[in-house]
């Protein structure tokens, strides 16, 4: 019998080999009605935090009543470029124990971490209203957006808004619910580019350099400027200016490349893309975001309130379709939730919710999340990243997020799952 990673190398590429399909895309356009419910989720924090050595090799005895799930997927695990990290949690004496099982931690490189920076986005957000201290500008006050660099554009109102006004609290909702591009980018414009990665580091997220918007093309340079925005009251006054900002933050150079090919501007480029100016951000960076965010003392956390993480992670675990104002067909619920759910729209009723938040770009899919089954009362950690591109070409639209991404997701959460379970009877 095959043993320890040789097991679970046999995993992926078989799989792969066997199936290609086209990126799942969905269309955002005309489906926003009403306004979202928030209502405080069963997620608590809890006394000391205690984090457990991390292993390699726990994933052989962990995922073993699944081995028919990894001789069907793995085989070369870093040509697909998986990582994994599975945070059990176990309480005993007032103290919460955190027990970390990493896969191909060695060997984990750069990945593009797509719609998975709007976390960290959100939660600068969040931080960043604290320390404008005006009592004024709430997430639902106005906030008008001009043009002042090329590549840029204004926004003025929000026809899914009830008073047709664009708000910071609305465009967490899209970015959180949806992965919507646009409502991210104007987070990364009211933060700008320095405060963004200043303020990561600062927090502990080395690894984090988020260097442009998402879903559109823009120069290095006009990333690099972002737009000034305004607040309104509700009379319409004026009440706070945020001028048009140039990052001036150095970086060291980077070495990241992906793909044998690509295409730029509809013609073939024969060579590995060049992602270094790209996004960055590491998987145990996020995952130690999202326990942080769950478990505070689990790290150092954002300068917000309760209220705005209860906001945060309400929005994490809820479904699209029950969101009023933007307002979603339940054709999106499935939308983001990769791990446990593959992408399917969950089954109604069901005990799992996924608290997470996740992302595909070139050929890379990446989920981070918190699973927590209500009925049990269990609930466990896991981030994982594959990349879904058999073909080794970017931007050909030819990637196997459906065929190979989803089922490895799904399987993975449901092996994780089924694990935590055994463990606690």
């Given at each position: 019998?095959?043993?320890?990673?040789?097991?679970?190398?046999?995993?992926?590429?078989?799989?792969?080999?066997?199936?290609?399909?086209?990126?799942?895309?969905?269309?955002?356009?005309?489906?926003?009605?009403?306004?979202?419910?928030?209502?405080?989720?069963?997620?608590?924090?809890?006394?000391?935090?205690?984090?457990?050595?991390?292993?390699?090799?726990?994933?052989?005895?962990?995922?073993?009543?699944?081995?028919?799930?990894?001789?069907?997927?793995?085989?070369?695990?870093?040509?697909?470029?998986?990582?994994?990290?599975?945070?059990?949690?176990?309480?005993?004496?007032?103290?919460?124990?955190?027990?970390?099982?990493?896969?191909?931690?060695?060997?984990?490189?750069?990945?593009?971490?797509?719609?998975?920076?709007?976390?960290?986005?959100?939660?600068?957000?969040?931080?960043?209203?604290?320390?404008?201290?005006?009592?004024?500008?709430?997430?639902?006050?106005?906030?008008?957006?001009?043009?002042?660099?090329?590549?840029?554009?204004?926004?003025?109102?929000?026809?899914?808004?009830?008073?047709?006004?664009?708000?910071?609290?609305?465009?967490?909702?899209?970015?959180?619910?949806?992965?919507?591009?646009?409502?991210?980018?104007?987070?990364?414009?009211?933060?700008?580019?320095?405060?963004?990665?200043?303020?990561?580091?600062?927090?502990?997220?080395?690894?984090?350099?988020?260097?442009?918007?998402?879903?559109?093309?823009?120069?290095?340079?006009?990333?690099?400027?972002?737009?000034?925005?305004?607040?309104?009251?509700?009379?319409?006054?004026?009440?706070?200016?945020?001028?048009?900002?140039?990052?001036?933050?150095?970086?060291?150079?980077?070495?990241?490349?992906?793909?044998?090919?690509?295409?730029?501007?509809?013609?073939?480029?024969?060579?590995?893309?060049?992602?270094?100016?790209?996004?960055?951000?590491?998987?145990?960076?996020?995952?130690?975001?999202?326990?942080?965010?769950?478990?505070?003392?689990?790290?150092?956390?954002?300068?917000?309130?309760?209220?705005?993480?209860?906001?945060?992670?309400?929005?994490?675990a809820m479904l699209p379709s029950k969101s009023q104002h933007p307002f979603?067909?339940?054709?999106?619920?499935?939308?983001?939730?990769?791990?446990?759910?593959?992408?399917?729209?969950?089954?109604?009723?069901?005990?799992?919710?996924?608290?997470?938040?996740?992302?595909?770009?070139?050929?890379?899919?990446?989920?981070?999340?918190?699973?927590?089954?209500?009925?049990?009362?269990?609930?466990?950690?896991?981030?994982?990243?594959?990349?879904?591109?058999?073909?080794?070409?970017?931007?050909?639209?030819?990637?196997?997020?459906?065929?190979?991404?989803?089922?490895?997701?799904?399987?993975?959460?449901?092996?994780?799952?089924?694990?935590?379970?055994?463990?606690?009877?």
């Open positions: 019998m095959i043993k320890g990673l040789q097991m679970l190398q046999i995993f992926v590429c078989v799989f792969l080999v066997l199936f290609a399909c086209k990126a799942p895309q969905k269309s955002t356009a005309g489906q926003y009605i009403s306004n979202t419910q928030n209502k405080s989720l069963p997620v608590k924090t809890s006394g000391t935090v205690t984090t457990k050595k991390e292993e390699d090799a726990n994933f052989e005895r962990i995922l073993k009543s699944n081995l028919a799930f990894y001789r069907q997927i793995v085989s070369e695990k870093n040509s697909f470029n998986i990582q994994i990290i599975f945070t059990e949690i176990k309480k005993a004496d007032n103290k919460t124990i955190f027990t970390n099982h990493v896969f191909n931690k060695g060997d984990a490189r750069y990945f593009y971490p797509a719609s998975a920076i709007k976390l960290p986005l959100v939660l600068l957000t969040l931080q960043k209203i604290r320390e404008i201290n005006n009592a004024e500008i709430t997430l639902n006050t106005t906030m008008l957006s001009g043009s002042d660099y090329k590549g840029q554009s204004a926004v003025y109102n929000d026809p899914n808004t009830l008073n047709g006004k664009p708000t910071l609290g609305q465009y967490i909702k899209k970015a959180l619910l949806v992965n919507d591009n646009d409502a991210c980018n104007r987070l990364y414009e009211f933060l700008g580019q320095d405060y963004i990665n200043t303020q990561l580091i600062n927090h502990g997220y080395t690894s984090a350099e988020i260097m442009h918007r998402i879903g559109i093309e823009l120069s290095i340079e006009e990333n690099k400027h972002t737009n000034s925005v305004y607040f309104y009251d509700n009379a319409g006054n004026l009440i706070y200016t945020q001028k048009a900002v140039n990052a001036t933050k150095k970086y060291t150079g980077r070495k990241d490349f992906e793909g044998k090919g690509y295409f730029r501007n509809g013609k073939f480029v024969n060579g590995p893309m060049n992602m270094s100016e790209k996004n960055r951000i590491s998987l145990a960076d996020l995952h130690k975001m999202m326990v942080s965010l769950h478990f505070k003392e689990a790290g150092k956390p954002f300068n917000i309130n309760e209220t705005d993480r209860q906001f945060v992670l309400n929005l994490l979603y067909s339940a054709d999106f619920d499935g939308y983001t939730k990769y791990l446990y759910f593959g992408g399917e729209i969950p089954v109604s009723p069901t005990s799992i919710i996924s608290y997470n938040t996740s992302g595909a770009a070139y050929g890379q899919m990446t989920d981070v999340a918190y699973l927590y089954d209500k009925e049990h009362n269990r609930s466990f950690f896991v981030s994982a990243t594959i990349y879904c591109n058999k073909d080794n070409i970017l931007n050909d639209e030819k990637y196997d997020y459906e065929t190979a991404g989803l089922p490895f997701f799904k399987n993975l959460g449901k092996a994780l799952y089924q694990h935590v379970n055994q463990s606690k009877q």
